[in-house]
T-cell receptor
Framework: DVKVTQSSRYLVKRTGEKVFLECVQD?????MFWYRQDPGLGLRLIYFSYDVKMKEKGDIPEGYSVSREKKERFSLILESASTNQTSMYLCASSLEQGFPGANVLTFGAGSRLTVL | AQSVAQPEDQVNVAEGNPLTVKCTYSVSGNPYLFWYVQYPNRGLQFLLKYITGDNLVKGSYGFEAEFNKSQTSFHLKKPSALVSDSALYFCAVRDGDDKIIFGKGTRLHILP
């Protein structure tokens, strides 16, 4: 089974701190995504990546950055955390186009971040 | 821009009754449509997808979805609801950049 592992299930940080959320997948997927999930707003795409060292902005990239130095790892960075970034963060991965099962996202368990 | 709408925040169904969770979409070109489920304290899981072919798509846990091009809908259905089906359900669509865009979710409550 494809596994997507998010390093932290729960984090509590203070306003202004730099926050790293790590995500690792073990099935050689090309595509990786970061979403945030908020009640009543569903999932909103922050950033995604189709390949190593590539990144694309999603719908709500402000206040975030990402890093993909290795194919299996996709990190979300909050340079200076703010209270409005308190949320559940979900990492996902998928195969690239042209392969069976492409477009189907496999999600990690999520990282719940609280910014005080 | 591609989008999906889930018009109901919550759906209540008695156990054993058929259930429907609604989804409408707006895309240019042929739609790639998906349903995901999130059980309490767990990550999202893929249920089913429509890419092309039969309008009725079967997925996991006895769920199915009906693609209706004229109504731009992709409703999730199950003939007989179980209490264990209680969860948060998300409809999603692939946009032109291969991003997957999600709806706001519908909470399904199955009443014993």
């Amino acid at each position: 089974d494809v596994k997507v592992t998010q390093s932290s299930r729960y984090l509590v940080k203070r306003t202004g701190e730099k926050v790293f959320l790590e995500c690792v997948q073990d099935m050689d997927h090309e595509n990786m995504f970061w979403y945030r999930q908020d009640p009543g707003l569903g999932l909103r795409l922050i950033y995604f990546s189709y390949d190593v060292k590539m990144k694309e902005k999603g719908d709500i990239p402000e206040g975030y950055s990402v890093s993909r130095e290795k194919k299996e790892r996709f990190s979300l960075i909050l340079e200076s955390a703010s209270t409005n970034q308190t949320s559940m963060y979900l990492c996902a991965s998928s195969l690239e186009q042209g392969f069976p099962g492409a477009n189907v996202l496999t999600f990690g368990a999520g990282s719940r971040l609280t910014v005080l | 821009a591609q989008s999906v709408a889930q018009p109901e925040d919550q759906v209540n169904v008695a156990e054993g009754n058929p259930l429907t969770v609604k989804c409408t979409y707006s895309v240019s070109g042929n739609p790639y449509l998906f349903w995901y489920v999130q059980y309490p304290n767990r990550g999202l899981q893929f249920l089913l997808k429509y890419i092309t072919g039969d309008n009725l798509v079967k997925g996991s846990y006895g769920f199915e979805a009906e693609f209706n091009k004229s109504q731009t809908s992709f409703h999730l259905k199950k003939p007989s609801a179980l209490v264990s089906d209680s969860a948060l359900y998300f409809c999603a669509v692939r946009d032109g950049d291969d991003k997957i865009i999600f709806g706001k979710g519908t909470r399904l409550h199955i009443l014993p």
